[in-house]
C-alpha cells in the first residue's frame, strides 16, 4: 500500500472490535468504494494491521473474504490489490440485487398486509441520509442508501434471500460510487428515497404484481426515480 493510501486510511473510522475481522472487510469495502483505495492499488496486513490497531490473524481474515469475494484480486506472497469493476461486473451484481430485492419487498409488502405496516427503521435511516445530504457527507450517504435497503430486506423473513443479499452487500457499496453518486447532488439521492418510501405507502394496500415492483426498483437503482412507474400504473 503506498504512503499516501496510508495517509487516507487513517481518516476512515476505527471498526468495533466485535467480528473484527468482518468490521476490517467492511472498512476496506467502504475505503475502495469512497475512493480512498482505487483499482490496482496493493493491500498489504502489515499497513491494514497498523491501520486498525490489531494483529494480522483478522487482517488477514478479511483480506481472504474479500479476496472471496472477487473485491481483491492477487493473494499469497504477491499480496492483494484492489479489482476493477468492470461494467460486466457491476451489471452482473446489479441483476442479482434486483432479483433478489424483487424477492424481499414481495414478501415483505405481503407480511405487512398480514400483520401491520411498520416502516420505523426506513424512516429513521431517511433521517440520517438528510443529515447526511446536508452536509454534504459523502461517505453517509453511502452507508444510509445500503441500510435504507437492508432495512426492508430484513423484514420479508426470507432468511436465505437476504443471506444471499448481504453476500454482495459491499459489491453494492462500491457500485453505489460507481454507477450513482459520482458528480450527483445528494439531495437528489435523499429524494429518490422518500419516493421509494411514498410508492410502497401506497401500494401496501393494494395488489402490487412483480412486474410492477421489479420496475419501480430497476428505475430507482439507476438513478431514474419511480416517477415514470408510478405514471404508468395509474393510468391502467
Given at each position: 500500500m ?6 487516507r486510511l ?12 468482518s ?20 493491500v498489504v ?13 483478522p ?7 474479500l ?10 506472497h504477491?499480496?492483494?490489490?484492489v ?23 414481495r ?14 427503521e ?10 447526511a ?9 453511502l452507508?444510509?442508501d ?5 432495512s426492508i430486506?430484513?423484514?420479508a423473513g426470507?432468511?436465505i ?10 459489491h453494492?457499496?462500491?457500485?453505489f460510487?460507481?454507477?450513482r453518486y459520482r ?8 429524494s429518490r428515497h422518500?419516493?421509494l418510501?411514498?410508492w410502497?405507502?401506497?401500494r ?22 419511480v416517477?415514470?412507474?408510478t405514471?404508468?400504473?395509474?393510468a391502467e
Open positions: 503506498s504512503d499516501e493510501s496510508e495517509n487513517r481518516g476512515l473510522p476505527q471498526p468495533k472490535r466485535e467480528l473484527l475481522a468490521a476490517i472487510a467492511d472498512a476496506v469495502a467502504e475505503a475502495i468504494a469512497t475512493r480512498h483505495l482505487n483499482p490496482g492499488l496493493r496486513e502489515t499497513t491494514l494491521a497498523k491501520t486498525y490497531n490489531t494483529s494480522r490473524v487482517v488477514r481474515e478479511a483480506l481472504k473474504v479476496h472471496t469475494q472477487g473485491i481483491l484480486t492477487g493473494g499469497g504477491r499480496g492483494y490489490r479489482a476493477e469493476f468492470t461494467p460486466e461486473k457491476v451489471a452482473q451484481v446489479m441483476e442479482l440485487r434486483l432479483v433478489l430485492e424483487t424477492i424481499m419487498w414478501e415483505a409488502m405481503a407480511r405487512w398486509r398480514r400483520d401491520g405496516l411498520d416502516l420505523s426506513a424512516e429513521a435511516v431517511l433521517e440520517m441520509m438528510a443529515l445530504a446536508r452536509g454534504g457527507d459523502f461517505r453517509g450517504i452507508k444510509c445500503l441500510e435504507f435497503h437492508r430486506c430484513a423484514q426470507n432468511d434471500a437476504y443471506l444471499c443479499w448481504d453476500a454482495i452487500a459491499r453494492t457499496l462500491i457500485i460510487n460507481l454507477a458528480d450527483r447532488d445528494l439531495r437528489m439521492v435523499l422518500r419516493d418510501l411514498g410502497l405507502r401506497k401496501i394496500d393494494t395488489l402490487c404484481d412483480e412486474a410492477e415492483l421489479r420496475s419501480v426498483l430497476r428505475e430507482h437503482m439507476h438513478g431514474t426515480g416517477s415514470r412507474t405514471e404508468r400504473s395509474a
